[in-house]
C-alpha cells in the first residue's frame, strides 16, 4: 500500500508491461513504483501535476503540470526525465498519447490543442481548436483525436490536427471514447463510433459515418449520475452509476435502450468501474469494497475485496493489460494494488512439490511426507521453477537462482547466466541439469564446476540417485 494521507490519488499503469505505475497526490512530484512497490524515481514539478499518460508500449511516461508550460518525459529504458516547451502560453489541462503511434496530444485551458510527434520532433500547435477549458479526449486505433470541452462541443481531429467531425452536446462532455457500434450492415473497418458521456446524466453516441443521427440514451433517475463507462466485446457498454448501480447494455440497434444486465453492487455508492479484456472481467468500487464479476456469466460474482479500513471510501480502480494487478486508490490518499492473477507454475521432486504462490514467492511443500509448507521469497518473477530433495530454483531466460532448503531455513546460493534462454530445470542432490538450444548444462548446485553434453537434445530429466556427470 502507497500513501498520500488527505489527498485523492492520480495514476497510470505502464501500458503492455505493467511494470510500472506512476502516482502523484497533492504535492508537486510524480512518484513512479515498480509492480512489487520499489520507488523507481520520482519527477518534481514546479507546481501539481494535473494528467499525465504512458505511450503505447509503455516505454515513455508524459507529465503537465498547473505551473509550467513543459512536457516532462519520463523514459523507463533508461531511468532518465527530459523535458519538450509546449509553446502553450495558457494551463495545461489534458494530455494522452497515440495508441497507434508515437502521437501525444496536449489541450489547454483556453481550448488550444498541440500535437507532439516523438519520433520526429515535430510540433503542430492549433489555436482554437475549442473556445474553453479541454477536459477528456481519446485517440482512435486510426489516429483520429476525439477532444471533449467545457464549450459543449466534441470535435474530432485527424493527426494533423485538422478538424473532419464536430458535435454540439447539451452540457458538458466527460470521459470521450472511441468504439464500434453493433450494426446489422457492413460499416468500415475502424472505430467509427465516439461515445461520451453528457453532463454526468445520458450517454451520447456519435456515428462518424452517420453525423446526422446521433443516439443519446437516458437512464433510471434512481442509478443517480454517470460515474463511468466501458466498452468490451461485441459491442456492450458497461455503466457505473453513482447510486451504486452497474448495468450493461447493448449498442446493437434492434436492443439499443434496453438494458441486458443490472445489479445494485454498492449500497451507499460507486466510484469507479474497469474491465480487463484479458482476464475477460469487469470490477467496480465503492463504499469500502471491490466486486469482480465474470463478462461471460455476469450475475455470477467472481470475487469480493473488503477493505474494512477505508472508512472514507474508494476512489479510481484500475488494471494492468495482462490482467495480473488491480489497483485501487482512496478517499483518503491509499493506493492499494491486488494480486488477480499468478502465472500457474511449479515443478515435483518425487512427492515434494514447489509452486508459485505470489509474484516473489515459491512455496515447497511434501504433504505426503508430513513437512510444513516453506515460503522462499526469490529474487524474480520466475518463468520457471526446479525443485530436488534439498535445493529449489527460479529463473527466466538465460539465468538462474538456486537455494538451499535446510533444517535452519532457506538460504540462497547463488545464481548463474547460461549460454541460451532456458527452456527446463532438473535438480536432483547434487546437480542441476538446464536444457537450452537443444544442449543440457551441468553443474553442481552449490559450486560452479560445470560440464556440458552437446548434441540436440529436447527434454531432460534426473534421477535423484545420479551422482555422475554423464547424462
Request: aromatic share 8%; charged share 20%; proline share 2%.
Amino acid at each position: 500500500m502507497i500513501t498520500w494521507l488527505g489527498s485523492c490519488l492520480q495514476y497510470k499503469w505502464q501500458k503492455t508491461l505493467g511494470n510500472y505505475i506512476a502516482v502523484a497526490g497533492s504535492d508537486s512530484s510524480v512518484k513512479i513504483f515498480d509492480r512489487h512497490g520499489q520507488r523507481k524515481n520520482e519527477l518534481n514539478l514546479p507546481g501539481r501535476c494535473v494528467g499525465m499518460d504512458w505511450d503505447k508500449d509503455g516505454d515513455i511516461l508524459a507529465v503537465i503540470s498547473d505551473k509550467s508550460s513543459s512536457v516532462y518525459l519520463w523514459d523507463a529504458n533508461v531511468n532518465k526525465t527530459s523535458q519538450i516547451d509546449s509553446g502553450m502560453r495558457d494551463q495545461m489541462s489534458f494530455i494522452l498519447w497515440s495508441k497507434a503511434g508515437p502521437l501525444l496530444a496536449v489541450g489547454t485551458n483556453k481550448g488550444n490543442l498541440l500535437i507532439y510527434n516523438q519520433q520526429t520532433s515535430r510540433k503542430i500547435p492549433v489555436l482554437g481548436k475549442h473556445t474553453k477549458r479541454i477536459t477528456c479526449g481519446c485517440w482512435s486505433s486510426q489516429n483520429l483525436l476525439a477532444l471533449g470541452s467545457e464549450d459543449c462541443s466534441v470535435t474530432i481531429s485527424n493527426q494533423e490536427g485538422d478538424t473532419v467531425r464536430q458535435t454540439s452536446v447539451r452540457s458538458d462532455p466527460a470521459d470521450v471514447q472511441f468504439s464500434v457500434m453493433k450494426t446489422d450492415e457492413r460499416s468500415s473497418p475502424g472505430e467509427s463510433t465516439v461515445s461520451v458521456a453528457v453532463g454526468k446524466k445520458t450517454l451520447f453516441l456519435f456515428n462518424l459515418n452517420d453525423p446526422d443521427n446521433p443516439i443519446e440514451l437516458a437512464f433510471q433517475q434512481r442509478y443517480g449520475h454517470i460515474i463511468s463507462y466501458r466498452w468490451y466485446g461485441d459491442g456492450y457498454i458497461l455503466i457505473g452509476f453513482s447510486q451504486g448501480y452497474f448495468v450493461v447494455i447493448s449498442t446493437h440497434i434492434r436492443e439499443i435502450g434496453q438494458e441486458l444486465f443490472q445489479a445494485h453492487n454498492h449500497k451507499d455508492s460507486l466510484t469507479s468501474v474497469a474491465i480487463s479484456s484479458a482476464l475477460n472481467k469487469a470490477a467496480s468500487c465503492g463504499d469500502n469494497s471491490i466486486k469482480i464479476h465474470d463478462l461471460s456469466e455476469l450475475k455470477e460474482m467472481d470475487a469480493i475485496v473488503n477493505l474494512e479500513d477505508e472508512t472514507q471510501g474508494l476512489d479510481q480502480l484500475s488494471w494492468t493489460d495482462d490482467g495480473q494487478l488491480l489497483a485501487v486508490s482512496t478517499q483518503r490518499g491509499a493506493l492499494h494494488v491486488f494480486l488477480t492473477r499468478l502465472p500457474i507454475l511449479g515443478h515435483s521432486c518425487g512427492t515434494r512439490l514447489a509452486y508459485l504462490t505470489s509474484l516473489l514467492e515459491v512455496t515447497v511443500s511434501n504433504r505426503v511426507e508430513g513437512e510444513a509448507p516453506v515460503a522462499v521469497a526469490v529474487e524474480v518473477e520466475p518463468n520457471f521453477i526446479a525443485v530436488g530433495p534439498y535445493h529449489v530454483a527460479v529463473g527466466m531466460n538465460n539465468r538462474a537462482w538456486f537455494y538451499a532448503l535446510g533444517d535452519s531455513g532457506v538460504e540462497r546460493l547463488k545464481d548463474m547466466e547460461y549460454l541460451g534462454t532456458i527452456a527446463t530445470m532438473c535438480l536432483n542432490s547434487e546437480y542441476a541439469a538446464a536444457l537450452f538450444e537443444g544442449k543440457v548444462q551441468l553443474h553442481m548446485c552449490v559450486s560452479l564446476h560445470v560440464s556440458s553434453q552437446s548434441g540436440v537434445i529436447v527434454c531432460v530429466s534426473m534421477s535423484l540417485h545420479v551422482s555422475s556427470r554423464v547424462v
